[in-house]
């Protein structure tokens, strides 16, 4: 953390050297989210994430309701069954109940890893995008207002990119 705070202030003293030298200090800001989500290949993206997780959704509902009538069909016979057989059930209910736990948690994984590897050339384009920008506007660095960590931004030290950034991605 110590580290952290130590090269940001060192960057801020840097910057603002560079500043008073030039005179021309200047920075871009736009809301990374709003850019990446105006990329075409965006929707197309999200379609395939929703289309896959129905159908993780449609598979875990078919497990659970496998599930939901062999838990029903050992109530109903759970007096009238031997000892053994009792034994055998509650362990296939088990082990049905554990795979279907795993499977739901491995879902989660794939569905995680199918959005980001689905992001990552987006997001590289977008990246691309706005250095391009950046550079042509002779910008210092661009700034993500999407935390919210910049409450307020000098318009007229800054420039905000978001349009320029958004008309280049289609």
Known sequence: MKRLASVVIALCVFLGLSAQENNTFRFGFLSYEQALKSVPQYAIMKKQLADLEAQYQAETKRVEDEFNRKYEEFLEGQREFPKTILQKRQ????????????????????????????????????????????????????????????????????????????????
Not at 148 to 168: C, H, K, R, W
């Open 91 to 170: 362990t296939e209910l088990q082990e049905l109940m554990e795979k279907n736990i795993t499977f739901k948690e491995e879902s989660r994984q794939q569905l995680a890893s199918a959005e980001e590897e689905m992001t990552a050339p987006i997001k590289v384009r977008l990246s691309e995008a706005i250095a391009k920008i950046a550079k042509e506007l002779g910008l210092a660095f661009v700034i993500n207002t999407d935390s919210n960590a910049y409450p307020f931004i000098d318009p007229s030290m800054g420039e905000d990119i978001n349009t320029l950034v958004q008309d280049a991605l289609k």
